[in-house]
T-cell receptor
Framework: EPEVTQTPSHQVTQMGQEVILRCVPI?????FYWYRQILGQKVEFLVS????????KSEIFDDQFSVERPDGSNFTLKIRSTKLEDSAMYFC??????????????FGPGTRLTVL | AQKITQTQPGMFVQEKEAVTLDCTYD???????LFWYKQPSSGEMIFLIY??????QNATEGRYSLNFQKARKSANLVISASQLGDSAMYFC?????????????FGEGTQLTVNP
């Protein structure tokens, strides 16, 4: 069964450093997402991406964040200058279409980011 | 904007018994989708079940069923014949129409513990 994959599973970085989180969505899916979950809290939407551009972003997704689909398979989230409060689990998700009934978002296993 | 409320931070159930996890929602969209995800201690988000707002019948997937009461704006997850492996955090989520964006809005989650 196809699945979303994410690398690395765990990333430790120093405050102020740049990190790139990588995702490979399900191959025939068209819509891609990043969510984050701070430890012990609920999952929060960051950004959605379709047709090589951002379609929606939350107030969390400020200028420190960027997303890219550099080739036909990868989808990346870059945090330019990490802060302590960026420590969280970051989930990538993908979906086939927007039509209700076929719009389930499938999540990757997550990348746990720890900022020291 | 969508809002999801899960009022049970923790639930306990005996193995082989059924359990209901509560979820209420609020939206002004005439059509929407409701989802349940399971998050075991390993951290991944596993899709369980989907209910469309116009679906006439309650969704079922194996031991999972969704008790959808549109007038009450509730979408409770019922797990029948609980197993020890069902112990996990469960999140209710929704998305509205495309014009409202395709993000998922999550509830706070319910930690389910299945006792032997």
């Amino acid at each position: 069964e196809p699945e979303v994959t994410q690398t690395p599973s765990h990333q430790v970085t120093q405050m102020g450093q740049e990190v790139i989180l990588r995702c490979v969505p399900i191959s025939n899916h068209l819509y891609f997402y990043w969510y984050r979950q701070i430890l012990g809290q609920k999952v929060e939407f960051l950004v959605s991406f379709y047709n090589n551009e951002i379609s929606e972003k939350s107030e969390i997704f400020d200028d420190q964040f960027s997303v890219e689909r550099p080739d036909g398979s990868n989808f990346t989230l870059k945090i330019r200058s990490t802060k302590l409060e960026d420590s969280a689990m970051y989930f990538c998700a993908s979906r086939l279409s927007l039509a209700l009934g076929t719009d389930t978002q499938y999540f990757g296993p997550g990348t746990r980011l720890t900022v020291l | 904007a969508q809002k999801i409320t899960q009022t049970q931070p923790g639930m306990f159930v005996q193995e082989k018994e059924a359990v209901t996890l509560d979820c209420t929602y609020d939206t002004s969209d005439p059509s929407y989708g409701l989802f349940w995800y399971k998050q075991p201690s390993s951290g991944e988000m596993i899709f369980l079940i989907y209910q469309g707002s116009y679906d006439q019948q309650n969704a079922t997937e194996g031991r999972y069923s969704l008790n959808f009461q549109k007038a009450r704006k509730s979408a409770n997850l019922v797990i029948s014949a609980s197993q020890l492996g069902d112990s996990a955090m469960y999140f209710c989520a929704m998305r509205g129409e495309e014009t409202s964006g395709s993000r998922l809005t999550f509830g706070e989650g319910t930690q389910l513990t299945v006792n032997p």
